[in-house]
């Protein structure tokens, strides 16, 4: 029986072949919207890491995560506001400046936001809060603009003689 050694092998074995290690999981059943709102996520972190790179020239990035400061315009608030649009537009809704006056920001939520129960939370915790980091204490208040309800159907009526008039 010839050693180890006789045959060229080394006498201790080295590290084992290199198998493959894949590990199989179940499929995962996810809805679009998931999909998609993950899909966000990533760019999003993507981008506020791109964003937010000490070594890019100041002021150089108007998005959300950029330190500068804007004048409060119907203008440039509609600018932030794409920042916060395409999660509005994953929902199935938007939002539309309507004013900007003293400070007071008037603002419209559309389609699927508009009639939304949460749609003062998407207002208070989202775009508020974008709003007023980018013009910090310029923006007094930000309101919600509806959409006015029409009622049951109005009839006018003039006269109508009844039976005692005739009398």
């Known amino acids: 029986m010839a050693s180890l050694t006789a045959t060229g092998l080394p006498k201790a074995p080295t590290s084992s072949p290199k198998f493959p290690s894949t590990t199989y ?11 998609q709102r993950a899909s966000q996520r990533r760019l999003f972190s993507k981008t506020a890491i791109k964003a ?22 119907a203008r440039n608030v509609d600018l932030v506001l794409e920042d916060v649009r395409p ?6 809704g938007n939002v539309d400046v309507v004013s900007v006056e003293d400070g007071i920001v008037s603002l419209k939520l559309q389609g699927a936001c508009g009639s939304c129960p949460s749609s003062t939370t998407t207002m208070k915790m989202g775009i508020e809060r974008v709003l007023k980091e980018k ?32 009398e």
Not at 25 to 35: D, G, I, R, T
Not at 87 to 92: E, N
């Open 52 to 73: 937010s790179n000490p070594s890019a020239p100041a002021g150089s990035s108007p998005g959300l995560y950029s330190a500068q400061k804007f004048e409060l315009t």
């Open 87 to 92: 999660y509005l537009i994953a929902d199935g």
């Open 25 to 35: 999981q179940f499929p995962q059943f996810v809805s679009l919207k998931e999909a």
């Open 135 to 166: 013009f910090g204490d310029a923006v007094k208040d930000i309101r919600q603009v509806y959409d006015e309800e029409v009622g049951g159907t109005t009839v006018e009526v003039t006269y109508i003689p009844t039976l005692a008039d005739k």
